[in-house]
């Protein structure tokens, strides 16, 4: 059976489990439910609470979300981090009982961190339920960016995406780095892994003029959006961002960051211990309209991860939306930044903030050649980056696993 028959015959029912964000925040697995729902699937979602998504049931369009209370803070260290899991897990497997009684399903499709909702699925493999492995971070090398240390746990780490491997009919990953990760580290076939990139809606992302409020009456203006963790290199921006301002002589530069996450509290203390307060702008997190608005009063976008195991592979979505919007991009030289945004962007030294500077101040100067890189990274966007891009990949991965569940 094809996806284009599949509406005809009885539907194809699947339950996403996804951990670190609540849905439909969690934009990622938002398209590709949404998406699902379009081509005749049943689609239900077990996610935390937060972000103000409290309701522990609700339907939005046509996608049933349970969920369940917000986890205990998992910033402190490794056994914060495991009584987080535990704490998810726990629930993923009451919720799943709900939804088996409400509304049943086919396939368990488990979003990655952590790599340990195979064993939701193991749960309902007698009742001929597969798993699809959807691979968002590659975890051994997030437990070592966060923890800088291999040992023990790092190879526990390993036993476990193994394992999620190991258990699934199908697995989906974000680029062509993970996808060699399912299939040396994983031991899958080629043919049962799928690339489904991470990006951008583009209908959602319309440029407009900037917004003066905003840019705080700055010539120029960096914008960042994103998780604010220690290893997304925000100490390294803000070191850019004194040099440009203290070493450079552009003292007319401001900087407006989106997002959330348990290092932003220390950012703020750098930024205000260096007394760069006047340069920069923490908004929080925002969505739909105020992201807009903020993302379109900025000049440069700015990806500042440092070059690591974990980071040199993973595609950044901020880089993502930078492009689709028409900003140049600087970020560090990472094999996968490349991938994306290839000419749209300048790279950095690995981890050297200066030369993150310089590379700023390059398209300060060359605001004509900083305005043609915009106008390529857009292109690359809707001509191949897209999620309408990745829509038939993701249907062809369901496809292959039905395939194999008859």
């Known amino acids: 059976m094809t996806q284009t028959d599949q509406t005809e015959a009885a539907p194809r029912r699947v339950l996403i489990l996804v951990e670190n964000l609540p849905v439909p925040l969690d934009r990622r697995v938002w398209l590709e439910a949404t998406t699902l ?10 996610c935390p609470m937060g972000r103000g998504w409290t309701k522990a049931h609700e339907v939005i369009e046509g996608v049933h979300i349970y969920r369940y209370p917000e986890p205990p803070e998992a910033h402190s260290g490794a056994i914060a981090y495991a ?7 726990w629930h993923m497997a009451r919720l799943a009982r709900r939804v088996w009684a409400d509304r049943k399903f086919d396939v368990i499709q488990g979003c990655n961190p952590p790599d340990l909702l195979f064993l939701i699925a193991l749960l309902y493999r007698p ?36 394992m999620s491997f190991g258990l699934a009919d199908v697995s989906i990953a974000t680029n062509e780095s993970f ?9 899958m076939a080629a043919e049962d892994v799928f690339v489904v990139r991470s990006a951008p809606k583009v209908e959602k992302f319309e440029i407009r003029p900037p917004d003066p409020e905003m840019r705080k009456g700055a010539k120029t203006v960096l914008g960042y959006v994103g998780v604010i963790g220690q290893q997304e290199g925000m100490d390294l921006l803000v070191a850019a961002v004194d040099h440009l301002v203290r070493k450079m002589g552009h003292d007319d530069l401001h900087a407006i960051i989106v997002g959330f996450g348990p290092h932003l509290p220390e950012v703020e203390r750098d930024v205000a211990e260096r007394g760069l307060q006047a340069h920069f702008t923490f908004t929080g997190a925002l969505y739909g309209e105020d992201l807009l608005r903020a993302l379109n009063s900025c000049d440069i976008g700015v990806s500042p991860d440092p070059k690591n ?23 560090f030289d990472l094999t996968e930044g490349r991938a994306s945004a290839a000419e749209a962007s300048l790279y950095a030294r690995a981890n050297d903030p200066e030369d993150f500077a310089a590379r700023i101040a390059w398209l300060i100067d060359h605001p004509d050649e900083g305005a043609k890189m915009g106008k390529i990274g857009r292109a690359r966007v809707f001509d191949a980056l897209s999620w309408a891009h990745s829509v038939p990949h993701l249907l062809a991965a369901y496809d292959r696993l039905y395939a194999k569940r008859r």
């Open 37 to 46: 729902i379009a081509h005749g699937y049943e689609v239900s979602v077990i």
């Open 127 to 162: 009742h001929g339920v597969r798993y699809l492995f959807d691979h968002h971070d590659v975890s051994p090398e997030l437990f070592e960016a966060k923890f800088g240390k291999r040992g023990l746990l790092y190879r526990v780490m390993l036993w476990w995406e193994r």
């Open 309 to 331: 195991a974990m980071n040199d592979i993973s595609t950044m979505n901020k880089v993502m939306e930078y492009m689709t919007l028409e900003k140049p991009v600087v970020q």
């Open 179 to 187: 996808r060699r990760v399912a299939m040396t580290r994983g031991g």
């Open 83 to 89: 009584r987080e899991y535990l704490h998810a897990l």
